[in-house]
């Protein structure tokens, strides 16, 4: 059991989105060292709650701390210092190379009107590299691929290194190959710095394999909290995607696919 003091913390959360209730009540906190999954339907609501959680749009009742502290009081640069987010898709608003996209990870870090040192280059250097994109430095954006932009804004959460991920599809565009690096290394990242992640996923298979614990929407507010193992159920599962699951157990741990 992880008695580590919360990142982020909800209490008596409630979220709604065009009238439609997201979550009711929810007690949840964000340890140190945990991955966590979130899972639904498509428009259940994962997005809406994970911009909540990262303090971009409001609740309508219950509260949200940082690090013991009030959300909604807390100093925006100080919310970028240690909640890192990546949403769908975000374009950006015009071409820049590789590198000075990496480098935008290095904000929240810098005074008003401090440009990046060689350090700060330094680092996103190391950044690119861990995601496959060394040598892209001088690319355009505009020339990269879904998979290779969807890497370069892993990247840029590297660069900015905090200590909380809010993760909307982060292998969205991306290859087996590409997913699971991707993965593994937000796995790392967790267990060797004490980080901590919470990703919205797809794929059920992917929650098994990368996710400790795991918050599912049910719709109507409805939602479900707790290991991974305890969770993943055929029953949970198919109430949860509204179609019949099935398990099967193997040597990486249980399989899921549709009946």
């Known amino acids: 059991m992880n008695n580590l003091s919360p990142i982020l913390k909800t209490r008596s959360l409630s979220v709604s989105i065009g009238g439609k209730q997201v979550c009711r009540e929810l007690n949840f906190a964000l340890r140190p060292g945990e991955r966590w999954g979130m899972l639904g339907l498509n428009g259940v609501g994962k997005t809406s709650l994970l911009h909540t959680l990262g303090g971009t749009r409001h609740g309508d009742a219950g509260e949200i701390s940082l690090d013991g502290a009030g959300l909604a009081a807390t100093p925006r640069r100080q919310i970028a210092q240690r909640v890192g987010t990546m949403y769908q898709d975000s374009d950006e608003a015009f ?36 995601v496959g994109l060394s040598g892209f430095e001088a690319r355009s954006t505009a020339t990269l691929s879904g998979g290779e932009r969807r890497r370069l804004a892993l990247a840029a959460l590297l660069v ?6 809010l993760l909307d599809e982060p292998v969205n565009h991306l290859d087996v190959h590409h997913q699971i690096a991707a993965l593994e290394l937000l796995t790392r990242l967790t267990r060797e710095q004490s980080k901590a992640l919470l ?4 794929d059920v298979n992917l929650a098994t394999r990368y996710c400790d614990y795991v918050l599912l929407l049910f719709g109507e507010g409805e939602t479900l909290q707790g290991p991974t193992r305890e969770l ?28």
Not at 99 to 128: C, K, M
Not at 160 to 165: A, R, S
């Open 95 to 130: 071409p820049s190379s590789v590198l000075e996209a990496a480098l935008i990870g290095r904000h929240p870090h810098l005074h008003a009107w401090e440009w990046e040192s060689a350090q700060d280059e330094e680092i996103a250097r190391a950044a690119l590299y861990s």
């Open 160 to 165: 900015q290194d905090p200590q909380l991920f």
């Open 199 to 202: 990703m919205v996923l797809h």
């Open 232 to 259: 993943l159920t055929e029953a949970n599962l198919a109430r949860l995607y509204q179609h019949p699951m099935c398990r099967v157990p193997t040597d990486a741990g249980d399989f899921f696919y549709p009946m």
